[in-house]
């Protein structure tokens, strides 16, 4: 009885940081002048964070190793965009190809993006079919390559991610991708900013959005973890044999994880494209999926917490905090050395290096930030 009560404590503690956080974040972006750099980190932040969320479900929590994050996060953006991207928009955007073979918009269905409505409904509707598009695609590969373990496993959803991402740039697909083209034009996170009459705009609610999605996503993945089967992809992770002595189906179980964790990746991939106001295939590369994995391993395998702070420490360091170590800088006539194009990333390299070394388990381990309202147990009898 104890235990459940600290339990319904930790979690109130845990949703009214969030609702405080929300809110923050919404007074932020309507004082701060709205080219700020920190509005950049905080939506790509939140992007990063639902992402490598969905690749520590199956990495951390489940201990498959899984590197086709970015070619889920692929068919998410695309779908994302190819169903949002306005119908008197098409023609100009598909202009190779004398337009395109999806002819509806789902905004458009629902009253167009200038209606509320129907640009709250289109785009949750859009990522949802995105990140559902991930989950079937994975759900097929994982018949065969589920069957790897270890490093074969990682090979085989890494050469996956490489296959889409040729796929997507083929030219006999240009009628619906577009080719190697970008697709523009669908609604992005700026679009949910209220204006008024005289197109000015009265209410921010970019960033806002930006971080409501992410908090929805990683809440689902929490509600996940903290469920029954939570705990058997926790069991798989720590002993896949005494797992299955205990009747859990290993196949079902991976598989489940495999496809939860793709679709989150493929929402989150419908918010990058939200956040960077197009979609390419040439802009998810392994490169990407080495971005996230990293940033799971600075948080900690095994935390969601972890995983959503070094996401943003992630963005912040190597898009804005070490910027001015590109720019070539003189006091008098005297040149700084080492400071030119390129030498941000060499530091920032040297850093992750110290934190892995000094955190081995990531900065928050196993832990989340629930377990700070937990009072620790006294052991005043140990002794006895």
């Known amino acids: ?29 309507n004082t701060i002048r709205p080219t700020s750099m920190l509005f950049t980190v905080l939506k790509k932040g939140a992007v ?21 994050q970015a070619g889920f996060m692929l ?47 289109g785009v949750l509707l859009a990522l949802i079919l995105g990140g559902c598009v991930a989950a079937a695609v994975a759900w097929l590969i994982g018949l065969p390559v589920l069957r790897l373990k270890s490093d074969y496993l990682a090979i085989a959803t890494l050469g996956f ?57 990683i809440g689902g993945v929490v509600l996940l973890i903290n469920s029954s089967y939570g705990r058997a992809f926790k069991a798989i992770r720590e002993d896949e044999v005494a797992a299955e002595a205990m009747g859990i189906n290993l196949a079902k179980h991976k598989r489940l994880s495999f496809c939860i964790s793709s679709f989150f990746a493929g929402v989150g991939g419908g918010m990058f494209a939200m956040f960077a106001n ?36 992630y963005v912040a360091a190597s898009e804005w905090w070490l910027r001015f170590l590109d720019t070539e800088t003189y006091i008098g006539d005297f040149k700084v050395p080492f400071l030119r194009t390129g030498f941000r990333m060499v530091v920032f390299s040297v850093i992750i290096m110290i934190v892995v070394l000094f955190f081995r388990r990531g900065l928050m381990g196993d ?18």
Not at 183 to 205: H, M, Q
Not at 286 to 309: C, D, F, H, Q
Not at 367 to 384: G, I, V
């Open 1 to 29: 009885m104890l235990q459940e009560r600290k339990s319904k404590r930790s979690r109130w503690f845990a949703l009214l940081g969030v609702a405080a956080l929300l809110i923050l974040v919404l007074v932020l972006e």
């Open 48 to 68: 990063y964070a639902v992402v490598a969320t969905s690749m520590n479900l199956l990495n951390g929590f489940t201990g498959l190793f899984s590197l086709g």
């Open 75 to 121: 068919l998410g953006a695309y779908t994302y965009a190819i169903l949002t991207i306005p119908v008197a928009d098409r023609e100009s955007v598909y202009y190779l190809y004398q337009g395109t073979v999806v002819n509806f918009s789902l905004p458009d269905l629902f009253g167009g993006a200038d209606n509320p409505v129907g640009l709250i409904l």
């Open 161 to 217: 991610g490489e296959i889409i991402r040729a796929i997507f740039q083929w030219d006999k697909l240009g009628p619906v991708t577009n080719g190697a083209n970008a697709l523009k034009n669908f609604p992005s996170f700026s679009s949910f900013n209220i204006e008024n009459a005289d197109g000015d705009v009265v209410l921010r609610l970019s960033t806002f959005v930006a971080f409501l999605l992410a908090v929805l996503c």
């Open 278 to 313: 197009q979609a390419q295939a040439k802009t998810f590369t392994t490169a990407m999926t080495y971005e996230i994995l990293l940033i799971v391993v600075i948080g900690g395998l095994g935390s969601i917490s972890g995983s959503s702070i070094a996401a943003f420490l």
């Open 367 to 384: 832990k989340e930030l629930t377990d700070l309202f937990r009072p620790r147990r006294k052991h005043k009898e140990a002794a006895k």
